[in-house]
């Protein structure tokens, strides 16, 4: 069974701080992906990383791919109070089988 | 506004009573899923389809859980008979056929259900 270790599990920072989340796991990923989740909604994908050592930006958001493809990071600069929300990162090894994902990282930003 | 819809979005029952939830995939998706949140364990699958084939419902309880798409708009999850540990929200997701498992998953916004 793949699993996928989020950390921290709870976050609370101010507007304007800078924070980095994790997605660990011993297994390799063929892809993964990250998704935010507000209060009373699905999930939503932020992005999809597929190469080994791949970093994406979304805005004030960067997601890098670990070189082995086993872990990825999300890095939010100058937070804001509408970046709060869960953080789930969710992988798949394969074309056919379905994503698994991490717990999450829950982040709250001050204003 | 293409969106996945789950109904209800609230459901309070009480132990023992028959529940069932209702899912409409975006329409030309072939990839249904159906995951449970909760706190302590997060997103759990319990049951998806393609192209309406069950593929795999291992990740429920067989006894009394059960997942079904009679048409291609339509998925149900069912319970019978509900307990408290059955308490979650409940969402259905559903994939392009273009990008197999590993696409853009297209959550609904989710059942909340409460087992007294």
């Known amino acids: 069974t793949q699993l996928l270790e989020q950390s921290p599990q709870f976050l609370s920072i101010q507007e304007g701080e800078n924070l980095t989340v994790y997605c660990n796991s011993s297994s390799v990923f063929s892809s993964l992906q990250w998704y935010r989740q507000e209060p009373g909604e699905g999930p939503v994908l932020l992005v999809t990383v597929v190469t080994g050592g791949e970093v994406k930006k979304l805005k004030r958001l960067t997601f890098q791919f670990g070189d082995a493809r086993k872990d990825s990071s999300l890095h939010i600069t100058a937070a804001q109070p509408g970046d709060t929300g869960l953080y789930l990162c969710a992988g798949s090894n394969s074309g056919n089988t379905p994503l698994v994902f991490g717990k999450g990282t829950r982040l709250s930003v001050i204003a | ?116």
């Open chain 2, 1 to 116: 506004d293409a969106r996945v819809t789950q109904t209800p979005r609230h459901k309070v029952t009480e132990m023992g009573q028959e529940v069932t939830m209702r899912c409409q995939p975006i329409l030309g998706h072939n990839t249904v899923f159906w995951y449970r949140q909760t706190m302590m364990q997060g997103l759990e699958l319990l049951a998806y389809f393609r192209n309406r084939a069950p593929l795999d419902d291992s990740g429920m309880p067989k006894d009394r859980f059960s997942a079904e798409m009679p048409d291609a708009t339509l998925a149900t999850l069912k319970i019978q008979p509900s307990e408290p540990r059955d308490s979650a929200v409940y969402f259905c997701a559903s994939g392009s056929k273009f990008t197999g498992f590993t696409g853009e998953l297209f959550f609904g916004e989710g059942s909340r259900l409460t087992v007294l």
